[in-house]
């Protein structure tokens, strides 16, 4: 059993996909197994797969539903902990080093993300400063937003697995977020790395450029239902809170308040 299980889906990414593959098997840290899930690609992209010879690659072909290949690596997974990369992404040459030792000093936390630096043409290169450290009351953090940086993130398998978390096809485009929503209400402890162990490349392809709209909407939904549940789980200790909850519901519904 090797200690990280590498979960990288592609679809068409013929482009940067020998990028995100040599800065993963160029890692400091060996001891993982990569599994790659070709998401039904029409272009080069199996060939160069094929490519490479590397005994920890593991290429799982799968027909075109992007949430279905991501699950299905996600469950292929033995590694005590789930990386989650993308390829279009370049990892830092320690970026496996540094999330494993932090997670195996640190046992309560569930999901370890990191910084990120971005890049891409006509880009200037900068550092996206997520919150940092554990993050306290991720429930209240999430009611404000997605402040995980998904392709950044180490989790623990056996987790996942004690609570049959996958991510949910209802929310595609913005799949990330309702899983930390999820891991959030099982209990799970959240902690972010301050330093930009990924490289994030923007660009035109990406589905955050091509599905902002989707995206958007879908994150709107996934806030509300952040609230309802920090509402309904606090009905009890604070009722008052709850009446209140309802009168802005009901306010907004005759479009006096905004959400």
């Given at each position: 059993m090797c200690k990280i299980s590498i979960v990288m889906p592609v679809y068409n990414g013929e482009m940067f996909v020998k990028d995100a593959i040599e800065s993963t098997l160029q890692q400091s840290f060996d001891d993982f197994e990569f599994i790659i899930v070709d998401d039904g690609s029409t272009d080069k992209t199996l060939s160069i797969i094929r490519s490479y010879k590397d005994k920890r690659i593991k290429l799982i072909e799968n027909k075109h539903d992007f949430i279905g290949s991501l699950n299905l690596g996600m469950n292929t997974a033995q590694g005590t902990y789930i990386a989650r990369m993308d390829a279009d992404d370049v990892m830092h040459i320690d970026r496996l080093k540094i999330q494993y030792a932090i997670m195996e000093e640190n046992p309560t936390i569930t999901v370890c993300g990191t910084w990120m630096k971005c890049f891409g043409e006509n880009i200037q290169p900068a550092i996206s400063r997520a919150p940092s450290?554990?993050?306290?009351?991720?429930?209240?953090?999430?009611?404000?937003?997605?402040?995980?940086?998904?392709?950044?993130?180490?989790?623990?398998?056996?987790?996942?697995?004690?609570?049959?978390?996958?991510?949910?096809?209802?929310?595609?485009?913005?799949?990330?977020?309702?899983?930390?929503?999820?891991?959030?209400?099982?209990?799970?402890?959240?902690?972010?790395?301050?330093?930009?162990?990924?490289?994030?490349?923007?660009?035109?392809?990406?589905?955050?450029?091509?599905?902002?709209?989707?995206?958007?909407?879908?994150?709107?939904?996934?806030?509300?239902?952040?609230?309802?549940?920090?509402?309904?789980?606090?009905?009890?200790?604070?009722?008052?809170?709850?009446?209140?909850?309802?009168?802005?519901?009901?306010?907004?519904?005759?479009?006096?308040?905004?959400?």
């Open positions: 450290g554990l993050i306290e009351t991720p429930l209240l953090k999430l009611t404000m937003g997605c402040f995980m940086s998904h392709p950044t993130v180490m989790i623990r398998t056996d987790f996942l697995r004690k609570h049959g978390l996958m991510y949910d096809k209802n929310y595609v485009y913005a799949e990330d977020f309702k899983f930390w929503l999820e891991i959030a209400k099982k209990g799970g402890v959240f902690y972010v790395e301050p330093q930009p162990l990924m490289f994030y490349r923007i660009s035109d392809q990406q589905v955050s450029t091509q599905k902002r709209e989707e995206q958007t909407a879908k994150t709107k939904i996934i806030i509300q239902q952040a609230i309802d549940y920090l509402v309904e789980k606090n009905e009890e200790e604070y009722p008052e809170l709850f009446v209140v909850f309802q009168g802005l519901n009901k306010l907004q519904e005759k479009e006096l308040i905004t959400t």
